[in-house]
């Protein structure tokens, strides 16, 4: 997951089965495309605002 994003308090970056890419190291290694967000892209949050990210591994 992009260091820059990490600088968010509570971001969660869900796969296709639910569990939190941020939380499993062997996840590293893949990469990973945003479907969605939540609050939307273009949403004005602060450090503290609660984002999710549905994610889906490269190239399915």
Not at 5 to 15: G, I
Request: hydrophobic content about 40%; some cysteine; proline content about 8%.
């Amino acid at each position: 997951m992009s260091k820059q994003l990490r600088c968010f308090d509570n971001l969660k970056a869900l796969a296709p089965d639910g569990h939190d890419v941020m939380n499993a190291p062997a996840d590293e290694a893949h990469l990973w495309t945003m479907t969605t967000s939540h609050p939307g892209a273009g949403a004005q949050v602060r450090r503290t605002t609660p984002i999710t990210l549905m994610l889906r591994p490269h190239g399915i």
